[in-house]
C-alpha cells in the first residue's frame, strides 16, 4: 500500500485548505484511511478517519466541527477539507490506511501504511 499526500501549504488564520490523499493499492475499499498530524516539539496526533464505505467518520477533538473527511472510492482518494484554521493546526498533516476502522488510531500507527506528509503553516 503506497499513500500520496498533498495539498498544504500557507494560510492565514480563518482560512481553508483542502488535502488530498492518494491510496496505491488494489482493494482501497478494504481500508479505513485517515489522518494524523504532527507539529513540531508535539506527539503525533488523530485528526480524523473515515470507513471503507464512507458512511462512518471519526474526528479528533480539536478539529471537530471544521474539518471534514471525505473520499472517493473510484479515485482511490480520501479529502480533509479544513476550514477555520487556527494557528495551532500548523503541522506535518499525514495520512494512512489501516483496515480496521473502529480502532483506528492505535492501529494505523502500530501497522498501518503511511504517507510521506504533506506540510500545513497557518498564520496569525
Known amino acids: 500500500v503506497q499513500l500520496q499526500a498533498s495539498g498544504g501549504g500557507l494560510v492565514q488564520a480563518g482560512g481553508s485548505l483542502r488535502l488530498s490523499c492518494v491510496v496505491s493499492v488494489r482493494t482501497f475499499m478494504e481500508y479505513a484511511v485517515g489522518w494524523f498530524r504532527q507539529a513540531p516539539g508535539k506527539e503525533r496526533e488523530f485528526v480524523a478517519v473515515?470507513?471503507?464505505?464512507?458512511?462512518?467518520?471519526r474526528y479528533g477533538d480539536s478539529v471537530k466541527g471544521r474539518f471534514t473527511i471525505s473520499r472517493d472510492n473510484a479515485k482511490n482518494t480520501v479529502s480533509l477539507q479544513m476550514n477555520d484554521l487556527k494557528p495551532e493546526d500548523t503541522a506535518v498533516y499525514y495520512c494512512?490506511?489501516?483496515?480496521?476502522?473502529?480502532?483506528?488510531?492505535?492501529?494505523?500507527?502500530?501497522?498501518?501504511?503511511w504517507g510521506q506528509g504533506t506540510l500545513v503553516t497557518v498564520s496569525s
Open positions: 494512512a490506511a489501516e483496515k480496521n476502522y473502529s480502532d483506528y488510531p492505535r492501529l494505523a500507527v502500530h501497522s498501518g501504511s
Open positions: 473515515i470507513s471503507w464505505t464512507g458512511v462512518s467518520t
